[in-house]
Nanobody
Framework: QIQLIESGGGLVQAGDSLRLSCAALGRTATPNIRGWFRQAPGKEREFVAAISRYTDDTYYTDSVKGRFTISSDNAKNLVYLQMNGVKPEDTAVYYC????????????????????WGQGTPVTVSS
């Protein structure tokens, strides 16, 4: 069984950078699609970014375009979310998710597309 483990969250100031990591443990072959979602207090979980590890195709929600970058190190079975120029509204628990599939990354922008989730890592951005 595969486990997704997120790390890298913390408390930062507005304008700072942060890099989240998602490790897939338990099996050599892991699902192609990885996504990052976030959930702020009192709000629903929302899509942030997705990547196809086979093609490096990526897709972002509008609010993070130009600030966040999703990338994959397939040799290490790691997926990253580089967060630059963070804002207070980026405050949330960030979750890594995985899905088996070969479609464009944009297809995987809803929680229903994923069947494997990590426990989340909190990010707090102070103003």
């Amino acid at each position: 069984q595969i486990q997704l483990i997120e790390s890298g969250g913390g408390l930062v100031q507005a304008g700072d950078s942060l890099r989240l990591s998602c490790a897939a443990l338990g099996r050599t072959a892991t699902p192609n699609i990885r996504g990052w979602f976030r959930q702020a207090p009192g709000k629903e979980r929302e899509f942030v970014a997705a990547i196809s590890r086979y093609t490096d195709d990526t897709y972002y929600t509008d609010s993070v375009k130009g600030r966040f970058t999703i990338s994959s190190d397939n040799a290490k079975n790691l997926v990253y979310l580089q967060m630059n120029g963070v804002k207070p509204e980026d405050t949330a628990v960030y979750y890594c998710a995985a899905a088996a599939g070969v479609l464009a990354a944009s297809y995987y922008s809803t929680t229903q597309r994923y069947d494997l989730w990590g426990q989340g890592t909190p990010v707090t951005v102070s103003s």
